[in-house]
T-cell receptor, first 106, second 112 residues
Framework: GIQVEQSPPDLILQEGANSTLRCNFSDSVNNLQWFHQNPWGQLINLFYIPSGTKQNGRLSATTVATERYSLLYISSSQTTDSGVYFCAAPNNDMRFGAGTRLTVKP | DTEVTQTPKHLVMGMTNKKSLKCEQHMGHRAMYWYKQKAKKPPELMFV???????INESVPSRFSPECPNSSLLNLHLHALQPEDSALYLCASSQGRSYEQYFGPGTRLTVT
């Protein structure tokens, strides 16, 4: 099955900083999702982005399907952005990356 | 409404107990999923139901038994679990396979 790799595994930021999270996938994907898992375990849908760029407030995502990667940008980070960010490819079944654990310090 | 609900939120059970986890969605989705997530790991797919038929079973032990009574409901029956089965169990649904998935809040299971 498809392999999904995320980097970096851990990221510590000061509040207000910007960051870029990366997701590489081993094969063509029909679609790609980004999630934020909060400390209570809830997986929150951030983007459903098979290709191109989408923006939602301080967050944006870009997927370059031909080069098999996706990027998640977080600008002006806040402490509430802390948690784990997953990308996943729902090609018939859902394969998750290992996640990026983000800590935003006040 | 993009809500998937799961009950109970927390469950503690002994190794000889039988219990069930429940999941419900009212988005008209035709695919539903069970995932298992251990601490500091990503979710791992256990079962997929598509149009109320089991289409993927990722080599899950038989002590986990899924059931899809109708297109809105998904159950996971638990029997004779082991302590290593303690985890967060997540349910998800989507319009169809390969479409955007929406997750419930999960059931945190502890097996004693």
């Amino acid at each position: 099955g498809i392999q999904v790799e995320q980097s970096p595994p851990d990221l510590i930021l000061q509040e207000g900083a910007n960051s870029t999270l990366r997701c590489n996938f081993s094969d063509s994907v029909n679609n790609l999702q980004w999630f934020h898992q909060n400390p209570w375990g809830q997986l929150i849908n951030l983007f459903y982005i098979p290709s191109g760029t989408k923006q939602n407030g301080r967050l944006s995502a870009t997927t370059v399907a031909t080069e098999r990667y996706s990027l998640l940008y977080i600008s002006s980070s806040q402490t509430t952005d802390s948690g784990v960010y997953f990308c996943a490819a729902p090609n018939n079944d859902m394969r998750f990356g290992a996640g990026t654990r983000l800590t935003v310090k006040p | 409404d993009t809500e998937v609900t799961q009950t109970p939120k927390h469950l503690v059970m002994g190794m000889t107990n039988k219990k069930s986890l429940k999941c419900e969605q009212h988005m008209g989705h035709r695919a539903m999923y069970w995932y298992k997530q251990k601490a500091k790991k990503p979710p791992e797919l256990m079962f997929v139901y598509s149009y109320e038929k089991l289409s993927i079973n990722e080599s899950v032990p038989s002590r986990f038994s899924p059931e899809c009574p109708n297109s809105s409901l998904l159950n996971l029956h638990l029997h004779a679990l082991q302590p290593e089965d303690s985890a967060l169990y997540l349910c998800a649904s989507s319009q169809g396979r390969s479409y955007e998935q929406y997750f419930g809040p999960g059931t945190r299971l502890t097996v004693t």
